[in-house]
């Protein structure tokens, strides 16, 4: 299983937000890309960044943050966070990033992400972000009012290479994913979910091992606040 450490970047430093909400945020010393040398230089293989200001701007407004950790660190990065045409993907592409993770655009239309796919073999994600079973967009301040299951049925055969699932009712709240959702999701999708939201312990790194059609686990804020050591969480990457 893959273990994902997560940097979130606003204002071109580290962060972590409780739910989703911009105005309950801890910033953290560290640079985005001295974090991530530091994941670099404790054995982890890959990892995801969020482009929070891409999120609420639908810009690429860190891209050569982006660009300087996948050169300095050579760790495999996911980005997510205000991806929202073509353009914007082969930018993400061009400076290195393996995979791509499409969320408001793909859901507010499948025709885009069933074209990514198809432009982008195997480096197309789908972020489903999820509160109380319906999924939200544009930052989370927004809700799709779409159900999570039924979206994910109807783009099931697009080609996605990789499904973030996240409960924003967990997210960086340290209460542990939401394992029951992250099940029905993943015995149903065509390709490996990503568990993420609110891990907050190595023990909820050990529940998702066992589980079915789970690639990996994104642990964020558990890292920052010490509740995961890092020495103990690369064990579990493999």
Avoid at 44 to 63: C, M, P, R, S
Avoid at 180 to 191: D, G, M, W
Wanted: one cysteine or more; aromatic letters at 6%; a neutral charge.
């Amino acid at each position: 299983m893959k273990i994902f450490p997560a940097i979130d970047i606003k204002d071109k430093k580290c962060v972590r937000l409780v739910k989703g909400d911009f105005d309950n945020k801890t910033v953290y010393k560290n640079s985005p890309v001295d974090q991530a040398n530091s994941y670099k230089d404790h054995g982890f293989k890959n990892i995801h960044i969020v482009d929070l200001d891409g999120a609420l701007t639908g810009e690429t407004v860190n891209v050569d943050i982006i660009q300087e950790i996948v050169k300095k660190s050579c760790l495999k990065v996911e980005i997510g966070g205000g991806i929202r045409n073509f353009e914007s993907i082969q930018k993400y592409l061009d400076v290195g990033v393996e995979k791509i993770i499409l969320g408001s655009a793909a859901i507010k239309n499948k025709s885009f992400l069933k074209e990514a796919c198809q432009k982008f073999p195997q480096k197309v994600a789908l972020g489903l972000d999820t509160q109380c079973g319906k999924l939200s967009v544009f930052g989370w301040k927004e809700s799709s009012n779409k159900s999570t299951l039924e979206f994910l049925k109807e783009v099931n055969d697009y080609g996605v290479s990789r499904l973030i699932f996240t409960d924003i009712n967990r997210d960086g709240t340290k209460e542990s994913p939401n394992f029951e959702e992250t099940s029905k999701v993943a015995n149903i999708s065509n390709c490996p979910v990503i568990i993420s939201g609110g891990v907050s312990s190595i023990n909820d790194v050990k529940k998702a091992r066992n589980m079915e059609n789970i690639e990996g686990i994104i642990v964020g804020k558990a890292i920052y606040d010490g509740d995961i050591k890092l020495e103990e969480l690369v064990k579990e990457d493999a």
